[in-house]
């Protein structure tokens, strides 16, 4: 029985080094060492729609009570055009952020947006790491990172005055409306508000016809109300904070046998101490 040779068919056509063959939407191409690949007839790809930050500088430090910025751009790609939403997360205790503007119109080109930090005089100290992303109904950008560190503020000395509010006289209290001058630019925490006696003194005539007048003749009566009292940066008193007279402090004459005809007409100096926090 005579022999049928068997047909082979290979699944590539062989061509020739530099030859190029249409096969079934495939582009044959054989390379001079023989091999053959296959390619799409289409070359294009498709770019999905998407939106990037990218955030300048990308770490700030600022002292309690101060503010920082950041310049954010939002780069469109894959043709996308729309509003995007900022939104931030990560902040410190007392810190707020705000976006100018909150929407950013980007498409063709890429859209900008400032990023405000604010921080108070209670943020805590320390280091934090800020979590930035835009979004566009459901697409969304890749979440980015920005660190904020926040330091202690300079502590600058705030004043306490007041006076006597009418004359003493034995056995009669005087209230004192405290004023309080703070020259920072947040509010302060004050506590321990103390009103000492520094001295006394006398009239010409009294010198004169040596007639005694002492600090003990006085008495102090300290402030009695809650604290701590709120210091706004400028000036403010006890009775602008609504506080009551009744707990002020008081400077009293004292009521003694002895003569103290020395004490008509002086002048009591008076001295005031008190802790301030915040600023």
Not at 79 to 86: E, R
Not at 162 to 176: C, E, F, K, M, R
Not at 179 to 190: A, I, K, M, R
Request: net charge positive.
């Amino acid at each position: 029985m005579p022999s049928i040779q068997e047909l082979f068919h290979s699944p590539l056509r062989i061509v020739r080094a530099g030859a190029k063959v249409l096969l079934a939407g495939l582009l044959l191409v054989t390379l001079t060492s023989g091999v053959v690949l296959a390619a799409s007839s289409n070359g294009n790809q498709t770019t999905p729609k998407g939106i990037t930050l990218q955030l300048a500088p990308t770490s700030r430090s600022v002292t309690q009570g101060t503010s920082a910025s950041y310049n954010v751009v939002v780069q469109p790609s894959g043709g996308f055009a729309g509003n995007v939403a900022l939104t931030i997360s990560g902040l410190p205790a007392g810190a707020t952020a705000s976006f100018s503007p909150a929407v950013v119109a980007v498409g063709p080109g890429s859209g900008s947006a400032t990023l405000n930090v604010s921080s108070t005089s209670a943020t805590p100290l320390g280091t934090y790491s800020l979590s930035l992303k835009g979004s566009s109904g459901t697409l969304q950008s890749a979440v980015v990172v920005i660190s904020l560190t926040v330091t202690a503020g300079q502590h600058q000395p705030f004043n306490i005055s007041g006076d006597p509010t009418g004359l003493l006289a034995p056995g009669n209290a005087v209230p004192i409306n405290l004023q309080l001058t703070n020259p920072g630019n947040s509010s302060l925490n004050v506590t321990g508000l103390t009103v000492s006696i520094a001295g006394v003194t006398r009239t010409a005539q009294a010198v004169a016809n040596n007639r005694p007048c002492n600090p003990s003749d006085y008495v102090v009566i300290q402030f009695s109300g809650s604290y701590p009292i709120a210091a706004p940066p400028g000036n403010s008193s006890l009775s602008g904070s609504g506080i009551p007279a009744a707990r002020w402090p008081q400077v009293r004459m004292l009521d003694t046998s002895l003569n103290q005809d020395g004490c008509k007409g002086a002048t009591v100096q008076l001295s005031y101490s008190g802790t301030g926090q915040g600023n």
